[in-house]
């Protein structure tokens, strides 16, 4: 079985300042990710995802995430955040070994962004 | 806007009730999955289909049930609801039925049982 866990359930940022979100997942099996946002009463929104090649993974809206097997980890980054970074964010993985798309999600971890 | 829409928006109800969730994918999308997201439990996968037919369940309650039909929209049934069935269930749709697509969210369904 998958599971993912978020390890920081609120992260507060000062405007232009870097974040890092962290995530790390256990899985048996070859593993997709993803990183999706929850902006206010809205749905998610895929910020990006890796599937192979390249560990290091560029996404919408700046934020890049790299993909670390021997950490079994996939930590969200952002260099430069905006206020209008202030979301929900959600690691997620999906399972390599099967052919459907279940994805299992981490806990969310809410980003603050102070001016 | 992800091109998913979901009905109601939100959805107030008595315990011992049953209600129907909608989904419409996106146009072109053949797989649909639901989701629940609560306080206690977090965002949890509870069923996808793909093309009509059940491709894969999560932790879906015996007292829940769900249906593709042949315009591919999506219904999600919930009956005997409970208080803790209170929560907001979203439904994603993808153009395959794998783990490699990518899956839009709708804005979700706020269910709230009194």
């Known amino acids: 079985a998958q599971s993912v866990t978020q390890l920081d359930s609120q992260v507060p940022v000062f405007e232009e300042a870097p974040v890092e979100l962290r995530c790390n997942y256990s899985?048996?099996?070859?593993?997709?990710l993803f990183w999706y946002v929850q902006y206010p009463n809205q749905g998610l929104q895929l910020l990006l995802k890796?599937?192979?090649?390249?560990?290091l993974v560029k996404g919408i809206n700046g934020f890049e995430a790299e993909f670390n097997k021997s950490q079994t980890s996939f930590h969200l980054r952002k260099p430069s955040v905006h206020i209008s970074d202030t979301a929900e964010y959600f690691c997620?993985?999906?399972?390599?070994?099967?052919?459907?798309?279940?994805?299992?999600f981490g806990q969310g971890t809410i980003l603050t962004v102070h001016p | 806007d992800s091109g998913v829409t979901q009905t109601p928006k939100h959805l107030i109800t008595a315990t011992g009730q049953r209600v129907t969730l909608r989904c419409s994918p996106r146009?072109?999308?053949?797989?649909v999955y639901w989701y629940q997201q609560s306080l206690d439990q977090g965002l949890q996968f509870l069923i996808q289909?793909?093309?009509?037919?059940?491709?894969a369940k999560g932790n879906i309650l015996e007292r829940f049930s769900a249906q593709q039909f042949p315009d591919l929209h999506s219904e999600l049934n919930l009956s005997s609801l409970e208080l803790g069935d209170s929560a907001l269930y979203f439904c994603?749709?993808?153009?395959?039925?794998?783990?490699?697509?990518?899956?839009?969210f709708g804005p979700g369904t706020r269910l709230t049982v009194l």
């Open positions: 890796y599937l192979s090649g390249s560990t």
């Open positions: 146009s072109g999308d053949l797989s």
């Open positions: 899985s048996s099996v070859s593993v997709y």
């Open positions: 289909y793909y093309n009509g037919e059940e491709r």
């Open positions: 994603a749709s993808s153009l395959g039925r794998g783990r490699l697509d990518e899956q839009f």
């Open positions: 997620a993985v999906s399972d390599g070994g099967t052919s459907y798309g279940k994805l299992t």
